[in-house]
């Protein structure tokens, strides 16, 4: 039997709970033992929960009791969840965690003290909630030089996006809606701001190396410039908006990381990627195109996959599961070098200043649209296009990439 | 150094050698040790071949060469690759598989004999190619009782499908088309009655038991009845049409399982998997839905797969990787029992009939078909619809279907 710690009895923490007791057979089938929640951690009580008689507020217990070998970290934050990993991690204790904020900023730190004491630090949950990707990336695509990563990584935006796409409400409209109804946190700043898909796309480059992308370097915009109007004129060219994490490889020790909003045309396979739902799309040098697919969120995904890596540390007790990820920091091209057409919405009176700026490029009218207009331009390196575009000042209205 | 033989000098045999070669590094670092191809087993020579020295006829050499524990079976068939297999295993080398006839077939055989003899049999490559799903379901998704599985799982089929809705070209014509291009055998056979979709769906669902699935106890249909016409109703009713294999569990050891054209709304993201690519989605019972994407066939991404095992392999010399596929069968419902909606083509004069037979249903007419109009029925049992369907005889020109 393995005793299991969980650290956080928030929604991810209880969902783990729920997990392992739901579907207990094939936890303990698939673990070839059984699994035991012993303790939850928590500075509040719970009276009434049916577990209320496992949760306890001292972490040191948990540390101190030499059954329990394998901890869920699902409290969030880099300050006592980092302590508290480092802590179990260095007793020989394996963690499974759905905190993509800590393995973003200490993974490779807490890779190496999870080999050095012969454990593991397993992070499934971190990226795309339910959806596998951490494993794909680091047991099957192992025969593949991954040349790129693009994925739709955060569903609060994705579900933002989608809104304003079909309904054709503003930003602030559907943000107000996706509080109201709990998709958004009242301070939506780290997923409309692209924080959030930073850190992911920061944890999916750092396996695609094996070094470490850093996620405080990564160019990061968000979504709140985005309007109906810019869906408008997406949808009349088949193009779709949204937040993409991209990574690229340049060569084995350079990429290109950025996250941004994205226009990308409706057949490819992470425009039909709706609502909460996350994609995450990975170019191999031999296999070319995948894609995993599935709730980027939410209680039972995340626990789900915080349990399978429960599952895989209780087959490994004692033996250290393959993950290369490097202390070493993968060099970050500057964005603003690469080439690329750019979609941009203008004021109707500025049609001449576009076509001078941006020869070549491609003008979109819309018949109940006599204010603005659409422009494609021709591909030009982003530095040069910025340039030009803040030149021509408020008669510029928007500005999005294209893939 | 693991001294690797690969069975079958064909398509994937050679390109498993490339990938070992193109991807030296990235194999051997995933392998934690060197990789070397040694032997190719083939009836042929293959003169000017930079691997010719490699090529052998006897199979016995690899046998009696303890440095050889890693075994590629890319030969296909079930006749002397499950000879070649049992051999291997029983004499404790690994062997690795695209061979979805040989797993379907033998797969808990071979598997017992590999865990009885301290080595492993994988098969990553024998479903969706290049498409990591094996593992997702094998190490990923542990923590969930899988409650369906719906895959776009040939190649071949969905080329043809895909064409057809495309240009509005009737079946014979995408076929030659698509054998003249080498996309489809000059016997097909195997791909365009389902027989392929039914191992890969056999497979899965076995996998999703753990238990047995008889690929020849499943109810199969291929898509060779699909006409252009059924594509013009499909798209005007905002559908697709698409060869599913599908798999439902009833209970932990009943599952209904078949393979048959699908009518699909454009929205699912099964409807956008076009051309040669494959996709499986998978519902579990916290995760959701979930789909893996991907190339489903072609030398390097199936090669990747099998690379991929070999990789595993490698880093479990003398361990038993988990695989829950026990020879016990799984019970399959008699899928004309189940109750679903179905598409009608009919005959422009059978208006009455087919309102009579199927009440309640749903009228389509096209502005540009006069001789016949579709139907889309009630949800009813489907024995009592076929019944029905029959009956009406001549007047009736197709039926797909409905998910």
Same mark, same amino acid.
């Given at each position: 039997?393995?005793?299991?710690?969980?650290?956080?009895?928030?929604?991810?923490?209880?969902?783990?709970?729920?997990?392992?007791?739901?579907?207990?057979?094939?936890?303990?089938?698939?673990?070839?033992?059984?699994?035991?929640?012993?303790?939850?951690?928590?500075?509040?009580?719970?009276?009434? =929960?049916?577990?209320?008689?496992?949760?306890?507020?001292?972490?040191?217990?948990?540390?101190?009791?030499?059954?329990?070998?394998?901890?869920?970290?699902?409290?969030?934050?880099?300050?006592?969840?980092?302590? +508290?990993?480092?802590?179990?991690?260095?007793?020989?204790?394996?963690?499974?965690?759905?905190?993509?904020?800590?393995?973003?900023?200490?993974?490779?730190?807490?890779?190496?003290?999870?080999?050095?004491?012969?454990?593991?630090?397993?992070?499934?949950?971190?990226?795309?909630?339910?959806?596998?990707?951490?494993?794909?990336?680091?047991?099957?695509?192992?025969?593949?030089?991954?040349?790129?990563?693009?994925?739709?990584?955060?569903?609060?935006?994705?579900?933002?996006?989608?809104?304003?796409?079909?309904?054709?409400?503003?930003?602030?409209?559907?943000?107000?809606?996706?509080?109201?109804?709990?998709?958004?946190?009242?301070?939506?700043?780290?997923?409309?701001? *692209?924080?959030?898909?930073?850190?992911?796309?920061?944890?999916?480059?750092?396996?695609?190396? /094996?070094?470490?992308? =850093?996620?405080?370097?990564?160019?990061?915009? /968000?979504?709140?410039?985005?309007?109906?109007? =810019?869906?408008?004129?997406?949808?009349?060219?088949?193009?779709?908006?949204?937040?993409?994490?991209?990574?690229?490889?340049?060569?084995? =020790?350079?990429?290109?990381?950025?996250?941004?909003?994205?226009?990308?045309?409706? &057949?490819?396979?992470?425009?039909?990627?709706?609502?909460? +739902?996350?994609?995450?799309?990975?170019?191999?040098?031999?296999?070319? &195109?995948?894609?995993?697919?599935?709730?980027?969120?939410?209680?039972?995904?995340?626990?789900?996959?915080?349990?399978?890596?429960?599952?895989?540390?209780?087959?490994?007790?004692?033996?250290?599961?393959?993950?290369?990820?490097?202390?070493?920091?993968?060099?970050?091209?500057?964005?603003?070098?690469?080439?690329?057409?750019? +979609?941009?919405?203008?004021?109707? *009176?500025?049609?001449?200043?576009?076509?001078?700026?941006?020869?070549?490029?491609?003008?979109?009218?819309?018949?109940?649209?006599?204010?603005?207009?659409?422009?494609?331009?021709?591909?030009?390196?982003?530095?040069?296009?910025?340039?030009?575009?803040?030149?021509?000042?408020?008669?510029?209205?928007?500005?999005?990439?294209?893939?």
């Amino acid at each position: 039997m393995i005793n299991v710690a969980v650290l956080g009895y928030g929604t991810v923490g209880s969902g783990v709970v729920e997990v392992i007791e739901k579907n207990k057979d094939m936890v303990n089938k698939k673990s070839a033992q059984e699994l035991e929640v012993k303790y939850i951690l928590d500075l509040r009580d719970f009276p009434g =929960d049916p577990y209320e008689n496992k949760v306890i507020h001292d972490f040191n217990t948990i540390l101190q009791d030499d059954s329990v070998t394998i901890i869920c970290e699902t409290m969030g934050g880099v300050g006592a969840a980092y302590q +508290f990993t480092k802590q179990a991690l260095e007793l020989g204790k394996s963690v499974c965690t759905s905190n993509k904020e800590l393995v973003a900023k200490h993974g490779p730190e807490l890779l190496q003290i999870a080999r050095e004491h012969n454990c593991n630090y397993l992070f499934e949950a971190s990226v795309g909630g339910g959806i596998p990707i951490i494993r794909p990336l680091n047991y099957s695509l192992t025969a593949e030089k991954i040349e790129a990563v693009n994925g739709i990584l955060n569903g609060t935006t994705n579900y933002i996006l989608s809104k304003m796409e079909k309904e054709g409400a503003d930003f602030d409209t559907v943000l107000k809606e996706a509080q109201d109804k709990g998709y958004a946190e009242r301070n939506p700043e780290a997923d409309v701001e *692209g924080y959030d898909a930073c850190r992911k796309i920061a944890i999916l480059s750092s396996l695609m190396f /094996g070094k470490n992308v =850093d996620s405080e370097k990564v160019p990061t915009e /968000g979504i709140t410039k985005i309007t109906a109007a =810019d869906f408008e004129y997406a949808n009349a060219a088949e193009y779709t908006i949204k937040l993409l994490g991209r990574s690229r490889a340049i060569d084995d =020790d350079t990429a290109e990381v950025m996250v941004a909003p994205f226009m990308l045309p409706k &057949d490819h396979p992470l425009a039909m990627v709706y609502g909460v +739902f996350n994609a995450v799309f990975v170019t191999g040098n031999m296999l070319g &195109d995948s894609m995993y697919y599935g709730r980027g969120a939410g209680k039972l995904p995340t626990a789900s996959a915080v349990v399978s890596d429960v599952i895989d540390c209780a087959r490994h007790q004692g033996k250290v599961i393959m993950c290369f990820w490097d202390k070493e920091e993968v060099k970050l091209v500057d964005t603003r070098e690469s080439v690329r057409s750019f +979609f941009i919405r203008a004021k109707a *009176g500025a049609k001449g200043a576009v076509e001078a700026a941006f020869p070549g490029g491609r003008e979109l009218h819309l018949a109940d649209r006599k204010e603005d207009f659409g422009y494609f331009t021709q591909p030009m390196k982003e530095s040069e296009f910025l340039a030009k575009y803040e030149a021509l000042g408020e008669q510029m209205l928007g500005r999005i990439r294209l893939v």
